[in-house]
């Protein structure tokens, strides 16, 4: 049973690697951060090798879609860098994927690290239905188009999926532990939604079966994240 504190991936989006590092500081229960492309841009390699120095765990979320020997090439570079977890594009297709789990989990044991987990990001959310029909031409819905993917990069050895909250309970019902189901849209009760729509609260979407919880601005933008991060724990672990 995880720990409340290592269900909660904080999400720097939006900072520069100095103000990445600095936040990391400011939280010390903080065990894993998310670094996605705007920050990877900024710090390259650096900014993962100098957050994993302070104590954070690394969730890399460099969506990766290319050839499967792109894809190998790249999930070789970021499982040496000590990625815990590395998102990939489910259609990318079967034989990319099973490329880039061997070639991260190789790469992995030649450095002496643990095996990173790669989890297939499906169908983004920022898709609505009718434009995902409309400008890539796919007429299966997007309800039925996402579990198609979850299960080809389950086929493929993938470890997990990126998914919205309210797609968790289908998609653990079909798949069960040990394979992740890492979750953006957490809004903690009382926060202010931004710009999310489909969101659970962190109790929500762990009851409904996700592993880890990707949480940002409520954390990021609170005046006292270390507060806002202790708070998302207690309402994972009620006393």
Known sequence: MLDPADRIIVALDGMAP???????RAVPALRWVKV?????????PAVVQQLRDQGQRVFLDLKFHDIPATMAGACRSAARLGAGLITVHACAGREAL???????????AAAGLPAPT???????????????????AISEPVADYVPRLAQLAAAAGIGGCVCSPLEVAALRAAHPEPFALVTPGIRPAGAALGDQQRVLTPAQALAAG?????????????????????ACCRELDPP
């Open 98 to 108: 099973a490329a880039a789990q061997a070639a991260a989990v190789e790469s992995a």
């Open 18 to 24: 100095a103000q990445a590092l600095a936040f990391a």
């Open 118 to 136: 790669l989890l297939a990001v499906t169908v983004l959310t920022s898709w609505d239905p009718a434009r995902f029909a409309a400008e890539l």
């Open 36 to 44: 996605g492309l705007e920050l990877f841009v900024a710090g390259g």
């Open 210 to 230: 996700a592993s880890q919880l990707v949480i940002g601005r409520p954390i990021t933008a609170a005046a006292d994240p270390a507060a806002a991060f202790a």
